[in-house]
Nanobody, 122 residues
Framework: QVHLVESGGGLVQPGGSLRLSCAAS????????IGWFRQAPGKELEAVSC????????YVADSAKGRFSISKDNAKNTVYLQMHSLKPEDTAIYYC???????????????WGQGTQVTVSS
């Protein structure tokens, strides 16, 4: 059974950093791309980042470029989202999701975690 669990969210001051983790079980990261998404109150779901399983290709949304990076540890079956220089507009619930294929491009995401709250505020 596919299971994704996010952790690492919390309250951070503007300019601060957080590292989110997405622990996967029931499948191997060797075969599926993983994406990070976020949803702020009253806003639509936004794709933040994605990492392919074998090609190593990563994607980062323009709003996060230069500040966020994605990585994974296949041995731990865990994907990370490192976030620096956080802004109040980064406040949202962050979700990880498994793609239906190994690449991020044109992927559909059918399996989702429960999300972790990130709040950026002074």
């Amino acid at each position: 059974q596919v299971h994704l669990v996010e952790s690492g969210g919390g309250l951070v001051q503007p300019g601060g950093s957080l590292r989110l983790s997405c622990a996967a079980s029931g499948f191997s990261l060797d075969y599926y791309a993983i994406g990070w998404f976020r949803q702020a109150p009253g806003k639509e779901l936004e794709a933040v980042s994605c990492i392919g399983s074998t090609d190593g290709v990563t994607y980062v949304a323009d709003s996060a470029k230069g500040r966020f990076s994605i990585s994974k540890d296949n041995a731990k079956n865990t994907v990370y989202l490192q976030m620096h220089s956080l802004k109040p507009e980064d406040t949202a619930i962050y979700y990880c999701a498994r793609a239906n294929q190994s690449r991020c491009k044109s992927a559909e995401f059918a399996s989702w975690g429960q999300g972790t709250q990130v709040t950026v505020s002074s």
